[in-house]
């Protein structure tokens, strides 16, 4: 299993500025995913971070608007930059444990941004 | 096009009583189908996981059942509770496990 701590849990942020969501995680794990889940809507994976390579980004998301730092085998960073209403979700660290074909996805709680 | 449809979209019922929510997919090569609970403002949790070759996996009092031939599957919520109120979302695995369809979610609502 996996336990996965983010920070923060929720802020209010301004328009224009930046913020850096941590995701730690208590084991070592090779793949970890970054989602957004605006209001109402279902989780869009924004980019999956390996460490040591640069993060892939899905259609649609930028390294610009989310860069990603993943240090090493348990923690990782996306930041929101320059943010705007639109940006308004809750963001989701999540990793993969192998199993076969029943690798177990865990997520973590959740960094609920509001940007006014 | 890899596409996961939820219904109904929303369910109101009441505390005690049974419920069943459908996901049909349109996802190929299939890997696997997973069921999530995701209270609001949370990250989701993991309730099932099934493969193709399985029919049907139990937690608790969520059943999960699969037929790879139709492509539908549903979740099945016994003895409902107040905690049960959540989405419940159902995400397919396409050809890995790295890429993942989302559905857009059931919202159940429990009422006493």
């Known amino acids: 299993s996996a336990v996965i701590s983010q920070k923060p849990s929720r802020d209010i942020c301004q328009r224009g500025t930046s913020l850096t969501i941590q995701c730690q995680v208590d084991?070592?794990?090779?793949?970890m995913f970054w989602y957004r889940q605006q209001p109402g809507q279902s989780l869009t994976l924004i980019a999956t971070?390996?460490?040591?390579?640069?993060?892939?980004?899905e259609s649609g998301f930028v390294i610009d608007k989310f860069p990603i730092s993943r240090p090493n085998l348990t923690f990782s960073t996306l930041t929101v930059s320059n943010m705007s209403p639109e940006d308004s979700s809750i963001y989701l660290c999540?990793?993969?444990?192998?199993?076969?074909?029943?690798?177990?996805?865990?997520f973590g709680e959740g960094s609920w941004l509001t940007v006014v | 096009k890899n596409q996961v449809e939820q219904s109904p979209q929303s369910l109101i019922i009441l505390e005690g009583k049974n419920c069943t929510l459908q996901?049909?997919?349109?996802?190929?090569?299939?890997?696997?189908l997973r069921w999530y609970k995701q209270d609001t403002g949370r990250g989701p949790v993991s309730l099932t996981i099934?493969?193709?070759s399985e029919n049907t996996k139990s937690n608790g009092r969520y059943t999960a059942t699969l037929d790879a031939d139709t492509k539908q599957s549903s979740l099945h919520i016994t003895a409902s509770q107040l905690s049960d109120s959540a989405s419940y979302i159902c995400?397919?695995?396409?050809?890995?496990?790295?890429?993942?369809?989302w559905g857009a979610g059931t919202k159940l609502i429990i009422k006493p």
């Open positions: 999540s990793v993969e444990v192998p199993g076969g074909r029943r690798n177990t996805i865990y």
């Open positions: 084991s070592q794990v090779t793949m």
């Open positions: 971070a390996n460490q040591g390579s640069e993060a892939t980004y």
């Open positions: 996901c049909n997919y349109t996802v190929s090569p299939f890997s696997n």
């Open positions: 099934m493969t193709f």
């Open positions: 995400v397919v695995s396409a050809n890995s496990n790295y890429q993942l369809i």
